[in-house]
């Protein structure tokens, strides 16, 4: 598949199966998402990769962190919540790890890891994998930030579920025109 058609075909798989990318899929996907722009060559992305029992553990501190914003929450939220970890085999963690530098703002470093989730789904959907770009408030949470190993200034841009496409993802009509102005 060529960069022009990856780009105009894409589309969120919102439901994966497994099997997830495989291992050298996975490298690619990972070093696609380290090709991302980024001001000053600052490298601000960084990858969490979750598959097997790491995602029960994620489904955990899933819930634990609803549970601390949410005390009041049924149990069956919770379960709802640490059910999200088993929707794909393989879900990446994309944050953007933010430094001090006078001449790349913050914003710049996280839309560099928002780059690099652009192009880890473009390098998915290229190999016929299914990909869903996921946030949340567990996203921005300084708990599961913490369980993930990322500082708490540290930005979470999404979490990526991969796998096999279960259907087919839907497509969307965009009028470009609409969404362009010419000075």
């Given at each position: ?14 439901k ?20 991302a ?98 946030t ?12 993930l ?11 990526l ?23």
């Amino acid at each position: 598949m060529d960069a022009i058609e990856a780009l105009l075909g894409r589309a969120s798989c919102p439901k994966v199966t497994a099997p997830g990318p495989t291992p050298d899929q996975l490298d690619v996907i990972l070093r696609a998402g380290s090709r991302a722009p980024d001001h000053g060559r600052m490298q601000p992305f960084r990858f969490l990769v979750v598959e097997g029992e790491a995602r029960n553990r994620l489904g955990e501190l899933l819930a634990a962190a609803l549970g601390n914003r949410e005390p009041e929450a049924a149990a069956s939220v919770l379960d709802s919540e640490r059910a999200k970890a088993l929707r794909a085999p393989t879900i990446v963690a994309v944050a953007a790890a933010l430094r001090p530098n006078p001449k790349v703002p913050d914003i710049e470093q996280v839309l560099a890891a928002g780059a690099a989730c652009q192009n880890m789904m473009l390098a998915a959907y290229a190999m016929g994998l299914g990909v869903a770009w996921r946030t949340g408030a567990a996203a921005y949470d300084i708990g599961v930030k913490a369980g993930l190993g990322f500082d708490a200034s540290d930005a979470i841009v999404g979490f990526l579920y991969i796998g096999t496409p279960a259907g087919t993802p839907p497509q969307r009509t965009v009028d470009v025109a609409a969404l362009t102005r010419r000075l």
